[in-house]
């Protein structure tokens, strides 16, 4: 079975007051007691709240793609466009 190597890095953060409160407030809102696995869970909160974002306007811009596809299709069918050859 292979083993995982796991690397630590350490960072210095200065916070103002309201981060250190809103740090401690996520802590306990994710039931964390040490303030230092605090932060990356947080980073990893925001990684994911991050890629939902992009899901949800990936999600709503299909609309507007499937139009345009359409309309791209319509006019190669109606003999509108011409062949596209890359040069080597």
């Known amino acids: 079975m292979a083993t995982q190597k796991i690397d630590q890095h350490s960072i210095t953060a200065i916070l103002t007051a309201e981060e250190y409160d809103l740090l401690e407030a996520f802590a306990a809102e994710q039931g964390i007691e040490d303030l230092?696995?605090?932060?990356?869970?947080?980073?990893?909160?925001?990684?994911?709240?991050?890629?939902?974002?992009?899901?949800?306007?990936?999600?709503?811009?299909t609309t507007p793609l499937d139009n345009m596809a359409r309309q791209a299709q319509n006019a190669h069918q109606a003999g509108l466009t011409e062949d596209f050859d890359l040069p080597a």
Do not use: G
């Open 36 to 61: 230092h696995d605090a932060i990356p869970a947080l980073l990893h909160e925001l990684v994911h709240l991050h890629d939902q974002m992009w899901e949800m306007q990936f999600a709503r811009s």
